[in-house]
T-cell receptor
């Protein structure tokens, strides 16, 4: 158990809908990262927050947005969902920003029908 | 273009042998490189980190090497066991963009 929690574990929704994924980092960790993992794309970095501020951006679509709240939990919002958005979404956290060593949550499996 | 590549094929090893996984990168100058283990449907788990000024790092049955001239890291599991079967991911931080990039992973199977 990494100490990172993600909810929900599974999400099934329809195209065009909007969903919110939630992540709570390990106690004391200020950084939160979001990743998308699909079978054909591998683990893709989406976005990083550090202590409430956006720190780095990867291949995040404009339909996706994220934020980190004062209590350090983070939410990833996915809108206008398409079939291709079906994937595992992982959150990771760390406190050592000099090395970016990351502790991953169990993931949210999103299925878009 | 920038690339990070791992053994594209799955690796099948006899129990007790040493498994060696490769990670090659192009057009990056990482200060360090990380290795993670991922089991099906679960989040990656951090294993080892090696810095650019370190040639080798060990942890129990794991050994990682880092050759910045060859732009390559090797990950070894000695005395391999069926429980080592998983996908192994290498990752580096692109210092120019301050973001972490993961390789596509190598699936390792250890047969009894």
């Amino acid at each position: 158990d990494s100490g990172v929690t993600q909810t929900p574990k599974h999400l099934i929704t329809a195209t065009g809908q909007r969903v919110t994924l939630r992540c709570s980092p390990r106690s004391g960790d200020l950084s939160v990262y979001w990743y998308q993992q699909s079978l054909d794309q591998g683990l893709q970095f989406l976005i990083q927050y550090y202590n409430g501020e956006e720190r780095a951006k990867g291949n995040i679509l404009e339909r996706f947005s994220a934020q980190q709240f004062p209590d350090l939990h983070s939410e990833l919002n996915l809108s206008s969902l398409e079939l291709g958005d079906s994937a595992l979404y992982f959150c990771a956290s760390n406190r050592d920003t000099s090395t970016d060593t990351q502790y991953f949550g169990p993931g949210t499996r999103l299925t878009v029908l | 273009s920038q690339k990070i590549e791992q053994n594209s094929e799955a690796l099948n090893i006899q129990e007790g042998k040493t498994a060696t996984l490769t990670c090659n990168y192009t057009n990056y100058s990482p200060a360090y490189l990380q290795w993670y283990r991922q089991d099906p449907g679960r989040g990656p788990v951090f294993l080892l980190l090696i810095r650019e000024n370190e040639k080798e790092k060990r942890k129990e049955r794991l050994k990682v090497t880092f050759d910045t001239t060859l732009k390559q890291s090797l990950f070894h599991i000695t005395a391999s066991q069926p429980a080592d079967s998983a996908t192994y991911l290498c990752a580096l931080v692109d210092s120019s963009a301050s973001k972490i990039i993961f390789g596509s992973g190598t699936r390792l199977s250890i047969r009894p």
